[in-house]
């Protein structure tokens, strides 16, 4: 069954760097998502992208975050300047078509963690 | 806030028993989904109940949506230790995006 991978599965960087986390959503899916889970958390939305653009951004997603879909495969998040509060489990996500009856499908997430 | 809560928070039952978990929400919905998560894995969804359903099936599991007191249900039957699991409902509004309850955690004592 076709799955969404991620990478890395553990990314570990000091406060205030770059990290970028990678995505290969499944291959026929038009929408794709971000969620985070701060440890012992909820699971919150971060942002939806279709069409390569972004459809919808939560309070979260502010200017240190970006996303982007640089070919036809990979979806990835940017956090420009890391803080520790940044630090959780980042999931992506897609689903095939803009029917919101359809389940979205979650990789196993990447743990962020800033030092 | 479009934000619900499961019920109960921890639920520890044996095997072979069956496990009832619960989700409120206060707005309206498209559609309601429940999802299980695996320690330090990801989500794994189970059912999509729309708003317009009233129960739905699949193998042991059981979802029932009562939109009158914005209310679901999700029960496990013959529960194995395999079910030990993180179990949350997530609601799709108008849009897209999940929001997620807080989630039950069961354990299933073997």
């Known amino acids: 069954e076709p799955e969404v991978t991620q990478t890395p599965s553990h990314q570990v960087t000091q406060m205030g760097q770059e990290v970028i986390l990678r995505c290969v959503p499944i291959?026929?899916?038009?929408?794709f998502y971000w969620y985070r889970q701060i440890l012992g958390q909820k699971v919150e939305f971060l942002v939806s992208?279709?069409?390569?653009?972004?459809?919808?951004k939560s309070e979260i997603f502010d200017d240190q975050f970006s996303v982007e879909r640089p070919d036809g495969s990979n979806f990835t998040l940017k956090i420009r300047s890391t803080k520790l509060e940044d630090s959780a489990m980042y999931f992506c996500?897609?689903?095939?078509?803009?029917?919101?009856?359809?389940?979205?499908?979650f990789g196993d997430g990447t743990r962020l963690s800033i030092l | 806030s479009q934000q619900g809560e499961e019920d109960p928070q921890a639920l520890s039952i044996q095997e072979g028993e069956n496990a009832t978990m619960n989700c409120s929400y206060k707005?309206?919905?498209?559609?309601l989904q429940w999802y299980r998560q695996n320690s330090g894995r990801g989500l794994v969804h189970l059912i999509l109940?729309?708003?317009?359903?009233r129960e739905k099936h699949s193998g042991r599991l059981r979802v029932t949506l009562d939109t009158s007191k914005k209310s679901s249900s999700l029960l496990i039957t013959a529960s194995r230790a395999a079910d030990t699991a993180s179990y949350f409902c997530?609601?799709?509004?108008?849009?897209?995006?999940?929001?997620f309850g807080t989630g039950t955690l069961l354990a299933v004592q073997p």
């Open positions: 291959s026929n899916h038009l929408y």
């Open positions: 996500a897609s689903s095939p078509a803009l029917n919101s009856n359809q389940p979205q499908h």
């Open positions: 997530a609601k799709s509004g108008a849009t897209n995006k999940l929001i």
């Open positions: 707005t309206s919905i498209n559609n």
């Open positions: 992208f279709y069409n390569n653009e972004i459809s919808e």
């Open positions: 109940i729309r708003s317009n359903e």
